[in-house]
């Protein structure tokens, strides 16, 4: 069996798949040799975030498997905004802004993927190049008349918006439109035959594939990955601090290992396959540890997660900083301590240990953000520290950057 079999079967295995458009054709592609697959990303910030990483995880698998990853920038599409389950249109942005956010979201590829001229490494396209120079009634007429308006209404991202009365742009409309010629373009340039995306770009991707199989008879596939969200429901990639950003001068290696440390513990087994390259066997046996023994799959969750972004040794740095935080105190001073039984509100607990002086001081401080939990924001006034946010025995409370408290279960 070579490499480039294995991709489909490896992806569904490690929790990428949820839908496939002709998995069994799908696979006997695969399986005749190396498949080009793309998927876009627009440039509406200079960095992508902890939500793009899945989609950036199965280029990356793409890759390993022996197939061509395709990084498309919507440096066209972005001046449209894509509808997909949004209340209202993305602010439009400028070319000079564009061209600044592309700059900014490359850096973090260049971590996952190696791009080059070989049949399976990576390539970075702009979708700028073809859609800045349509001519806008041959496009109607050629590719247009593909298109069912009562099928586009019927499509989620639309149809959504259209139920709650929420005001839907001409110009937004015509975004399916323009990606599923996207993939029409990147077929015949560049043999392109698989787009994926997250499972809200579903209906863009199947009228894509369509467009391809109508205008040019050619094979044409899409596969979609689940909806990323936490044990708890919360969305991936947001903190009660903001976003999780890829980029260090956005978000500092060390909070970005925190961020992973701090994985909820029903999640560690989801998310080392989803966003590490360890192999499924060692992800099946640590997402399988319980009590205290799932606070060390963390911590490789962490540093693995963190090295395929900035590096082995920024990780091995941060797992340090980490240690010595809770073990030997911020510079190596010790941090005084606080034994209390467990379930405890972070409220109460800041006020037994002196941190504020009421309930009413200590609710006030979270709301404005400025408690933290091992590290990450304490969100909720109601947040309740457990035995499962020990580490090494112990949690650690913070006010501000000074202020460190360590929480242990009372005797």
């Known amino acids: 069996m070579t490499a480039t079999e294995d991709f489909l079967a490896i992806a569904r295995e490690r929790g990428f798949i949820h839908q496939v458009t002709d998995a069994e054709a799908l696979s006997a592609r695969l399986r005749a040799g190396p498949v080009a697959g793309y998927i876009g990303f627009d440039a509406t910030a200079d960095s992508l975030h902890v939500g793009s990483l899945v989609q950036i995880m199965l280029l990356r698998l793409m890759q390993r498997t022996g197939h061509k990853p395709v990084v498309l920038m919507g440096g066209g599409t972005t001046k449209v905004g894509d509808p997909s389950f949004r209340d209202e249109a993305r602010p439009l942005l400028t070319d000079a802004q564009i061209e600044v956010n592309k700059a900014g979201i490359l850096r973090a590829f260049r971590s996952f993927l190696h791009f080059g001229e070989g049949p399976s490494d990576a390539i970075m396209l702009d979708n700028a190049e073809w859609l800045d120079r349509l001519e806008y009634v041959?496009?109607?007429?050629?590719?247009?008349?593909?298109?069912?308006?009562?099928?586009?209404?019927?499509?989620?991202?639309?149809?959504?918006?259209?139920?709650?009365?929420?005001?839907?742009?001409?110009?937004?409309?015509?975004?399916?439109?323009?990606?599923?010629?996207?993939?029409?373009?990147?077929?015949?340039?560049?043999?392109?035959?698989?787009?994926?995306?997250?499972?809200?770009?579903?209906?863009?991707?199947?009228?894509?594939?369509?467009?391809?199989?109508?205008?040019?008879?050619?094979?044409?596939?899409?596969?979609?990955?689940?909806?990323?969200?936490?044990?708890?429901?919360?969305?991936?990639?947001?903190?009660?601090?903001?976003?999780?950003?890829?980029?260090?001068?956005?978000?500092?290696?060390?909070?970005?290992?925190q961020f992973w440390r701090n994985t909820e513990d029903a999640d560690v087994g989801r998310f080392l396959g989803l966003f590490t390259d360890l192999p499924m066997p060692e992800v099946a046996r640590l997402g399988a540890l319980a009590g205290a023994e799932i606070n060390e799959a963390k911590k490789i969750l962490a540093t693995e997660a963190t090295a395929l972004l900035h590096g082995r040794e920024a990780a091995g740095t941060a797992a340090e900083t980490a240690r010595r935080a809770f073990e030997q105190g911020e510079a190596a001073e010790t941090l005084p301590s606080h034994d209390a039984a467990l379930p405890a509100p972070v409220v109460d607990l800041l006020v037994a240990a002196g941190f504020c002086a009421s309930k009413g001081e200590a609710r006030r401080l979270i709301a404005q953000g400025g408690i933290r939990l091992n590290d990450a924001a304490v969100g909720d006034a109601a947040q309740l520290l457990t035995a499962g946010d020990l580490r090494d025995g112990a949690a650690k409370l913070s006010l501000g950057r000074k202020r460190h408290l360590l929480v242990r279960q009372a005797p």
């Open 138 to 257: 041959p496009f109607l007429r050629d590719i247009g008349r593909h298109f069912s308006v009562n099928r586009m209404l019927s499509m989620d991202s639309v149809k959504l918006r259209l139920e709650r009365e929420q005001n839907l742009s001409f110009l937004e409309f015509n975004y399916m439109l323009l990606q599923s010629y996207d993939f029409l373009e990147l077929s015949r340039r560049h043999g392109v035959a698989l787009q994926a995306g997250g499972s809200d770009q579903w209906g863009n991707i199947i009228m894509g594939a369509d467009l391809v199989r109508r205008v040019d008879g050619k094979e044409a596939f899409g596969v979609t990955t689940p909806l990323i969200t936490t044990a708890s429901g919360a969305k991936m990639g947001k903190t009660a601090s903001g976003a999780v950003w890829l980029n260090a001068d956005r978000f500092a290696p060390y909070d970005y290992w």
